[in-house]
């Protein structure tokens, strides 16, 4: 059997979307989680791939969280147990280090490491989930690739600078403005699958701590997806949605310091929040009708 994975480095071919490069990211997904142990933070499928009913190159591209991109090294042992190797240090240019899995004539995957909440993290996640939900964008995109396609003869280089502009008029749609509010926050330990959200800075009563990133499913996207992901799914007003980093992982209090606006999608201040401290929800308030 044919894998759905695997391009020669430097070109370009389009596929149609397949269902299996989200069961082939899940399980890499959880061979990092083995590696890494309690090092592990988040990992996210990002890229073409992750993105339902569109033409794709046939790379999984993945993006895993480490706490500091300053000290990054120790990634590298447990990362060789997965057959990844070392690519380039793009911290400066675009706040990643990129890791590869695959031989040049058949590569397979792209690792990328940055910090959680990063802009680089944020516009990756923000521009995956628009086109999910807008379909006549997620339309124009497919027709670009292809065009770009046409045009380059599958030349890599040309192709990936013509998608620049479509990308950044995404991410001001998706309200990116280069700076993430989301570094207001940070993710350390708690109570939901060993993980909490605290406050980076101090919070005035009634200012937005949180902006939530939710990814609206099917009765059958829900049913799909592994059990792990499921703990992290709420019901507001009969739709399903599956939360992101890191709204998904506030923990609940029965005296919490922020409430749920669900028209504004976000978490407000209950009262003044110090910086440290573990910003809190009540989560029997979750799921409304």
């Known amino acids: ?17 397949n269902p299996e490069w989200q069961k082939l990211f899940e399980a890499e997904k959880s ?26 190159k046939p790379i999984l591209d993945l993006m895993l969280a480490i706490p500091d991109l300053e000290n990054w090294e120790w990634v590298q042992e447990p990362l060789s147990k997965l057959d990844y190797e070392f690519r380039r240090d793009f ?19 792209y690792l990328k490491i940055t910090e959680p909440n990063s802009d680089f ?4 996640i923000l521009f995956r989930d628009y086109l999910i939900n807008n379909p006549q964008y997620r339309e124009e995109y497919q027709k670009l690739k292809e065009n770009l396609f046409d045009a380059h003869t599958g030349n ?37 699958a060993g993980r909490g959200v605290y406050a980076a800075r101090d919070f005035k009563k009634n200012e937005v701590v949180i902006k939530y990133n939710l990814k609206p499913l099917t009765k059958q996207e829900f049913e ?37 606006d669900l028209t504004n999608w976000c978490d407000v201040a209950l009262r003044d929040i110090q910086k440290g401290e573990m910003i809190t929800t009540d989560a029997t308030k979750d799921d409304i009708e």
Do not use: C
């Not at 059997?1 to 979307?17: A, F, I």
């Not at 911290?91 to 995957?109: A, P, W, Y």
């Not at 993290?121 to 990756?124: D, F, L, N, P, V």
């Open 224 to 260: 799909n997806l592994p059990q792990s992901e499921k703990e992290f799914v709420h019901t507001h007003r009969g739709i399903i949605h599956l939360y992101s980093e890191p709204e998904r992982y506030i923990n609940h209090s029965e005296k919490p310091n922020t409430y749920q």
């Open 121 to 124: 993290w944020t516009e990756h």
């Open 156 to 192: 890599r280089e040309p192709y990936t600078r013509g998608k620049e502009e479509f990308v950044r008029k995404i991410l001001k749609l998706a309200g990116f403005n280069g700076k993430n509010t989301m570094s207001d926050v940070i993710i350390g330990k708690g109570d939901l």
């Open 31 to 56: 061979a990092l989680k083995k590696v890494l142990g309690d090092n592990f933070i988040a990992a996210e499928h990002v890229g073409s791939t992750a993105i339902p009913g569109i033409k794709a």
């Open 91 to 109: 911290r400066k240019e675009q706040g990643h280090i990129l890791f590869m899995k695959g031989s040049e004539e058949n590569r397979t995957h």
């Open 1 to 17: 059997m044919k894998s759905p994975l695997g391009l020669q480095h430097d070109t370009v071919r389009l596929e149609p979307y």
